[in-house]
């Protein structure tokens, strides 16, 4: 089992900026694709973004493509999301997810993720 935790989450002005931050723990996620997905009030989870086992390859929604980046820090178990820009639509519950499925390709359903974290809430206000 891998467990996700993720932290970073807050209130933020629109223009603003906020790091999340995914720390896995349990068994190893190596060679674990990682991804994060976003849920608003009332709507379904969303794809963000992904980055593949060694970080040679991202993926990004087309909403947040050139705002956000995704990275990791394998030593540390860690993935991170950089949001800069943010808009009151950004506000969501944002979740990570670690696939054991994927390594060399990222995926951008929520199928193809088998670990989540519970979620961080990030809050942008006009």
């Known amino acids: 089992q891998v467990q996700l935790v993720e932290s970073g989450g807050g209130l933020v002005q629109a223009g603003g900026s906020l790091r999340l931050s995914c720390a896995a723990s349990?068994?190893?996620?190596?060679?674990?694709?990682m991804g994060w997905f976003r849920q608003a009030l009332g709507k379904e989870r969303d794809f963000v973004a992904a980055?593949?086992?060694?970080?040679?390859?991202?993926v990004y929604a087309s909403s947040v493509k050139g705002r956000f980046t995704i990275s990791r820090d394998n030593a540390k178990n860690t993935v991170y999301l950089q949001m800069d820009s943010l808009k009151p639509e950004d506000t969501a519950v944002y979740y990570c997810a670690a696939s054991s499925f994927l390594t060399r390709v990222v995926g951008t359903r929520a199928f193809q993720y088998n670990y989540w974290g519970q979620g961080t809430q990030v809050t942008v206000s006009s």
């Open positions: 980055i593949t086992w060694s970080g040679e390859n991202t």
């Open positions: 349990g068994r190893t996620f190596t060679g674990y694709a």
